[in-house]
C-alpha cells in the first residue's frame, strides 16, 4: 500500500507531509521550500506556472495570475465574498452557467477546484519525488467554516489531481489531533498513524485565526464548537 499524504491547501500557501520514520514530515519542494505559495499562472504560450515562478511573473502578469482561489471555492457568484473579490482581483470572477463563482482567463472559463488541482498537483509531484513512488492518496485540510458545497469542490480538486481525498479534516480539528497523537502516539489507532502526516501542517495562514480547544489527557480529543475569524489576504 502506498503512502497516504497530508495536504494544507491554505489560501497563501500550502504545503505537503507524509510519514517519515514514524514521525511526521513536511516536505521541501522543488525550490527547497516547505510552504508553496497557492498561486497559479497561465502564461502567453500556454504554460501553466504554480508557486513561486508564477509568483514572479505576477507584475507583468496580473490578469492571468490568480491567487487567494481558496476564498472561491464551492462559492456562488452572487455570494458577498465572490462579490467583494471580483471588485478587488486583478482577474475577472464571472458567473459559471450554474450560478457557481468561476474565473476567466483570457477567455476561457475556469472552475475554481480546477485551478486548485494545480497546486493539488505540485503537492502530490513533490510527494512522489521524495518517496520516489506514485501517490493516489490524500487527507487535506479545511477551514471549520467550510460548508457543503466547499468541502466537495476541495474533494473534486482532489481528484482533478489524481488523487483519492480519504478525508477532509477541519484545521483546528488537525491540531487537536497533532497534540494528542504527540503524546499518545504509541498508543494511537493505526489509521490516524497513517493520516498523522497531515496533522504536522495545520496552519496559521494570513487569512484565517482558528482557535480550538485541546485535547483532553486521554487519547480522544474533545470536539467543540469553533470560532473563526475571516480577514482578508493577498500576494
Known amino acids: 500500500m502506498g503512502k497516504i499524504i497530508g495536504i494544507d491547501l491554505g489560501t497563501t500557501n500550502s504545503c505537503v507531509a507524509i510519514m517519515d520514520g514514524g514521525k511526521a514530515r513536511v516536505l521541501e519542494n522543488a525550490e527547497g521550500d516547505r510552504t508553496t505559495p497557492s498561486i497559479i ?32 471555492i464551492g462559492r456562488r457568484f452572487q455570494d458577498e465574498e465572490a462579490q467583494r473579490d471580483k471588485d478587488i482581483m486583478p482577474y475577472q470572477i464571472v458567473a459559471a452557467d450554474n450560478g457557481d463563482a468561476w474565473i476567466e482567463v483570457k477567455g476561457q472559463k475556469i472552475a475554481p477546484p480546477q485551478i486548485s488541482a494545480e497546486v493539488l498537483k505540485k503537492m502530490k509531484k513533490t510527494a512522489e519525488d ?19 458545497a466547499q468541502r466537495q469542490a476541495t474533494k473534486d480538486a482532489g481528484r482533478i489531481a489524481g488523487l483519492e481525498v480519504k478525508r477532509i479534516i477541519n484545521e483546528p480539528t488537525a491540531a487537536a489531533w497533532l497534540t494528542a497523537w504527540t503524546k499518545k502516539s504509541a498508543t494511537a ?24 480547544k485541546k485535547p483532553s489527557k486521554f487519547w480522544q480529543p474533545t470536539v467543540i464548537p469553533t470560532w473563526v475569524a475571516k480577514t482578508s489576504t493577498a500576494v
Open 41 to 72: 499562472a497561465y502564461t502567453q504560450d500556454g504554460e501553466i506556472l504554480v508557486g513561486q515562478p508564477a509568483k514572479r511573473q505576477a507584475v507583468t502578469n496580473p490578469q492571468n495570475t490568480l491567487f487567494a482561489i481558496k476564498r472561491l
Open 130 to 148: 521524495y518517496l520516489g513512488e506514485p501517490v493516489t492518496e490524500a487527507v487535506i485540510t479545511v477551514p471549520a467554516y467550510f460548508n457543503d
Open 189 to 212: 489507532p493505526s489509521r490516524f498513524m497513517t493520516w498523522a502526516a497531515v496533522l504536522s501542517i495545520f496552519p496559521l495562514s494570513k487569512s484565517t485565526t482558528l482557535t480550538a
